[in-house]
C-alpha cells in the first residue's frame, strides 16, 4: 500500500511522536538497521532534509 506525502507541517507536528517511537525501538534493543526502515525514521529523515534545503525556514529544535 503507498503512502500519502506528508507536509512539512504534518511532519513538525508529528515530531514529538517520532521521537517517541525511536525512544521506544531502542528501548526494545531494536538494531539500527531495522530502525533505518521504519516510518517514523523515514519522517525525521524527510522533514531534516527539508529544513536543511529551506535557508528561510528557521532551524528546529531539537529536543
Known amino acids: 500500500m503507498a503512502q500519502a506525502k506528508l507536509t512539512i507541517g ?27 526502515k521504519t516510518v517514523c525514521w523515514g519522517h525525521l529523515e524527510t522533514l531534516t532534509a527539508a529544513c536543511q534545503a529551506d535557508t528561510k525556514r528557521p532551524p528546529i529544535c531539537w529536543h
Open 10 to 36: 504534518e511532519l513538525e507536528a508529528g515530531y514529538p511522536l517520532y521521537c517517541k517511537a525511536l525512544r521506544r525501538l531502542l528501548k526494545e534493543g531494536r538494531s539500527v538497521d531495522d530502525i533505518k
